[in-house]
Every structure is written in C-alpha cells, then in structure tokens.
C-alpha cells in the first residue's frame, strides 16, 4: 500500500527565507503527487500536483515542488516566506494505474512564520 | 469559480441524536469522497463514489455511520446514533476519477456532547 511521510510535524521560517516541507513516497511507480494546504477552519486546497511531464511544477502562491523519482520524493518549496503562508500543509498521492483512487494523505506539516 | 459546498457549517447535538451532513460536488464531477479530520487521527477516509455508486465504505463504523448519492448534486453522510467520539471535521471531496485531483468543501464541524 502507498504511504506518504512528511518529515517534520512543524517548521518555522522567518519572513522572507526559504520554505522547504519534505514529502518522500513509498510506491515503486511513480504515483500522482499533489501538495495541498488548509488554512485554519478551512478545507483543503489544492496548491499544485505532479502527473506527469516536467518534474518541476509550480502551482499557487508562488509555491513550486520537484518530482524526483531516484528520491522518491516531491518536496514543496517557495523563495520566500510571507506571514499568509502560515498554515498546515499536506502531500498526498495516488496510485497511477488506479486513477482517481483515494488519496493517502502525509500526517502534515505546520508552517509557522516569524516576522 | 466552482466548489464544494457543504451543509451545515457547524453542528452541536447530544450523543445519541441522528446527524445528517450534506454535501454538493461540483457539478460533473464524477467521483465523491468523505473525510474526517481529527487532532489525533489526522485525515480518515470514510467513504467514497463513484459515478454515485459506492466503491469503498470501509472507513465508516458500519452500525452508525452510512453514505448516500441520492443523485449527482447531492452526497449524505449520516450518523445514528451519535456519540461523543464522533466529534470532528467532515469533509466532502469531489473529483474526476481519471485525474487524480480532489476539491474539497468547507467541512462540517461536528460537537457531539
């Protein structure tokens, strides 16, 4: 079975340093991938997702994940930190061949931001 | 700008009342999935459909939770009797099967006392 883990449960930054959240993956095919983030008493929203193609993708809010499948991971960056980034993330994937299959979700990671 | 829309946004109710939550994927959307989010489970799978038809409850407590498509635009989840452990986030997901992608809805938060 598929399993996601997420390294680190919290991660703080300072405003305008770098964000790095690891996400490895345990499947042998490269699944879909796909990073979501929920901002307090909110649902989940989709910040970008890896099918296939180009291993760099880039979604919303300046956020950008690479797909390395040697690594087996597809860790989630952005430049620099802004305060309404602060929320919780969560990398999920899919199993390829079973298309829309539920996704297994990483227990997430907290983002905190320091002004 | 399509999205899922769930109803209600918040619910309080005493342990052994019948709790009915809906859902409303976006509109062709051919699969639909329920969430739970708990502090210390994170996100469970409950159920999910596709093309209306069930294709994996597995996650639910049979003897009191159950899920339904009455038709596309509606999903319910249903919970009776309620009890204090039931207390949580739902969400409703919808999706296309062939994509991979899920859109959630806003959740229920759910206050079983």
């Known amino acids: 079975a598929q399993s996601v883990t997420q390294l680190g449960s919290h991660v703080s930054v300072s405003e305008g340093a770098l964000v790095l959240l690891r996400c490895n993956y345990s499947s042998s095919v490269p699944p879909y991938l796909f990073w979501y983030v929920q901002y307090p008493n909110q649902g989940l929203q989709l910040l970008l997702k890896y099918t296939t193609g180009a291993t760099l993708v880039k979604g919303i809010n300046g956020f950008e994940a690479e797909f390395k499948k040697s690594e087996t991971s597809f860790h989630l960056t952005k430049p620099s930190a802004h305060m309404s980034d602060a929320a919780e993330y969560f990398c999920?994937?899919?199993?390829?061949?079973?298309?829309?299959?539920?996704?297994?979700f990483g227990k997430g990671t907290r983002l905190s931001v320091i002004a | 700008d399509a999205r899922v829309t769930q109803t209600p946004r918040h619910k309080v109710t005493e342990m052994g009342q019948e709790v009915t939550m809906r859902c409303q994927p976006i509109l062709g959307h051919n699969t639909v999935f329920w969430y739970r989010q708990t502090m210390m489970q994170g996100l469970e799978l409950l159920a999910y459909f596709r093309n209306r038809a069930p294709l994996d409850d597995s996650g639910m407590p049979k003897d009191r939770f159950s899920a339904e498509m009455p038709d596309a635009t509606l999903a319910t989840l249903k919970i009776q009797p309620s009890e204090p452990r039931d207390s949580a986030v739902y969400f409703c997901a919808s999706g296309f099967f062939e994509r991979g992608e899920q859109y959630f809805g806003p959740g229920t938060r759910l206050t079983v006392t």
């Open positions: 999920a994937v899919s199993d390829r061949d079973s298309g829309n299959t539920p996704l297994v």
